[in-house]
């Protein structure tokens, strides 16, 4: 049993003091509260396994601090308007100190950990951290203007700012704890899944579900030069120039904004980056970003045709990012492993609302190449192209960012060959590029079931707050993706194995009526056919014979290897009221899969966007009895 009066004690002793630590690292209070309330109640989620530990706090300190930087990103150094002079000067100099100097002091001044602990807090070697304390105790006594004695006092001062927070009742975040707990194992649940008509269409629903804490933990740094052995060494030399990202768009002006080894801050330079380095123990890495501005080619083709007026007051300028990370690897070996890892990175992307387009093999540039589209719908819909190559002992990886939807992948493609020919000369590397001849091809295993849907793959919701969140992928009592025509069990004799996983928008209101559910199994071959021709004849049947309800085939194909057919269905339930919802059923050999989505009617899925969707499911089937892994 979970002893709530000790984590009730640990709650009330610990939370002002991490508060404090958060704040100061970020300089934005009302993203530290919220981290640090959020990190209690995933301590009370796994308190059986904290309450054990000799320190929670350590434990929980970590996950509070990467909670609070992730979302101050899009709040960057946020100020509260009546900040008094000392506390804005202190953050000030706080935030001109790299994230690991930042961390160090602030551990050294306002925690009780010894040095070891701050260096394993910080993810560097104590010798490394004792420096770099050293060198942000100076810094920051510069920027503040004061003696290198006064740091604890300037950062206690900012306590003035923390201690008017208002916490959440302790039995609101062990409930937030246990509501989080329960999202983890929604489905099939009693209770948290309804039944849309008797029939069984309404999706399950919980809290927002938490990322998982392995992605919680800081990146290592890679060795020193004085630790690697004799080899290739890496320069700045070979990165691109700005004309070598002309091709992404020529009617821009692309210039050099930054380069560096990537050792500061948060180490996360490049959209979807999990780690600081692919290859922690790499003999040195170089991250070059470019800006480009100035009228889009769409927009001045738009200009010439509509031939506009010259009172009319012009667009303004439109605006790219583009990125270049290249990593040097101590052997061909260690360079397919950080090769494999930054396909990974992209193939299942785990920043919020980005999905997965498309993914494309690149021949004729160095030994491998990959190019993958994804699609941002944080505010104004944005393309992400992202080319990634290995030549040698060489990874290199190019990104652009462009307003709008881009699929062209002629342009991107010749971005990367022009990097890797860059590079290839170079010692350590191998192969170079010549014209590059493109290809698409099945999006890669990835995510927590290789063989379903992942949130990576799902399409943009209009009005939506929040990212689709996944719930646990469980064993399918129920079926939830079914609808009234066609009640679908994925139980039974012959099923070998089956699975099923809900998303939402815990954020929406009646979240519970609305969302996207996938359910699979696996027969022999011919059960397996059966089963599906089974499901389409009883919504055929439906179609005829029930009242009320409506049904549109959006697709139908029907093959020895595979089957697809999708529905809208509407069911009126009122003289005013009706329910949309999109199902398909498909089959890859002997595996099936259903699809089905509720919208609302605020927020629905485009019919485009759930074809290609099911297209995706299709092209995941076949990797079903990978079973599951962690992303």
Not at 111 to 123: Q, T
Not at 258 to 285: I, V
Not at 302 to 323: G, H, L, M, Y
Request: proline share 5%.
């Amino acid at each position: 049993m979970r002893d709530p009066d000790e984590f009730d004690a640990f709650y009330l002793d610990a939370r002002d003091r991490v508060l404090l630590e958060a704040y100061a690292l970020t300089g934005d209070l009302p993203v530290a509260r919220a981290a640090v309330r959020d990190a209690f109640a995933v301590a009370w989620h796994h308190w059986r396994k904290v309450s054990r530990l000799e320190d929670p706090e350590a434990w929980l300190r970590p996950l509070a601090w990467g909670r609070a930087q992730r979302r101050h990103t899009a709040r960057i150094w946020h100020r509260e308007k009546d900040l008094d002079a000392d506390a804005k000067s202190t953050l000030d100099a706080l935030s001109k100190l790299p994230v690991a100097q930042r961390k160090a002091l602030i551990l050294t001044n306002l925690s009780p950990l010894p040095l070891a602990a701050i260096a394993r807090e910080v993810g560097r070697p104590q010798a490394d951290v004792e420096r770099e304390l050293q060198t942000a105790t100076a810094q920051f006594a510069v920027a503040r203007d004061t003696g290198s004695t006064e740091a604890r006092a300037h950062l206690e001062h900012l306590r003035t700012v923390t201690e008017g927070v208002r916490w959440p009742r302790v039995s609101i975040v062990r409930r937030a704890g246990a509501a989080r707990r329960r999202t983890h194992t929604v489905v099939g649940v009693v209770g948290t899944a309804l039944v849309l008509l008797a029939g069984g269409t309404f999706v399950t629903q919980g809290d927002t579900a938490t990322a998982s804490l392995d992605h919680e933990r800081f990146d290592t740094s890679p060795v020193t030069d004085d630790e690697a052995d004799q080899g290739p060494t890496l320069s700045d030399d070979v990165l691109m120039a700005a004309a070598d990202v002309r091709p992404l768009d020529r009617q821009m002006t692309w210039v050099e904004s930054d380069t560096d080894d990537n050792a500061g801050g948060s180490g996360l330079a490049l959209p979807c980056q999990l780690h600081r380095y692919a290859d922690p123990q790499g003999r040195g890495a170089f991250v070059r970003t470019f800006e480009g501005t100035g009228p889009s080619a769409a927009e001045s083709a738009k200009k010439d045709r509509s031939k506009q007026k010259s009172k009319v007051t012009p667009a303004p300028p439109a605006e790219a990012t583009a990125w270049e990370l290249v990593e040097l690897s101590g052997s061909d070996e260690a360079a397919r492993k950080a090769y494999a890892t930054v396909n990974g990175w992209y193939a299942g992307c785990l920043a919020d609302r980005i999905q997965l387009l498309s993914v494309h093999r690149v021949d004729q540039v160095g030994d491998d190449a990959r190019l993958y589209t994804l699609r941002s719908w944080k505010g104004e819909p944005r393309t992400l192209r992202v080319g990634v190559a290995r030549s040698g002992q060489m990874t290199v990886t190019t990104v652009s960012r462009f307003d709008g939807l881009q699929t062209d992948v002629r342009k991107p493609a010749a971005v990367l060959a022009a990097a890797v020919n860059r590079l290839c000369s170079a010692p350590g590397a191998n192969a170079c590029a010549g014209e590059p001849a493109v290809k698409e091809i099945a999006v890669p295993p990835a995510g927590v079931v290789p063989g379903m849907l992942s949130e990576f793959d799902l399409p943009p919701i209009a009005r939506a707050p929040g990212p689709w969140i996944g719930t646990e992928p469980a064993r399918a009592k129920v079926n939830v993706a079914s609808t009234r025509c066609d009640r679908t069990k994925f139980t039974g004799a012959g099923v070998r194995t089956n699975l099923t996983r809900t998303f939402l928008f815990p954020a929406v209101d009646k979240a519970n009526e609305f969302g996207l559910t996938e359910t699979v199994g696996m027969w022999s071959q011919s059960r397996a056919r059966t089963f599906v021709k089974d499901v389409r004849e009883r919504v055929g049947r439906c179609a005829e014979n029930a009242f009320g309800t409506e049904v549109r085939q959006l697709r139908h194909v029907a093959g020895a290897k595979t089957d697809v057919t999708a529905w809208n269905i509407s069911t009126q339930i009122s003289d005013k009221d009706s329910v949309e919802f999109l199902m398909a059923i498909i089959r890859s050999g002997d595996t099936v899969a259903q699809v089905g989505f509720v919208p609302s009617r605020a927020m629905s899925m485009e019919r485009a966007d759930f074809l290609a969707l099911v297209d995706r499911a299709l092209s995941r089937l076949p990797r079903l009895d990978l079973g599951v892994s962690e992303p």
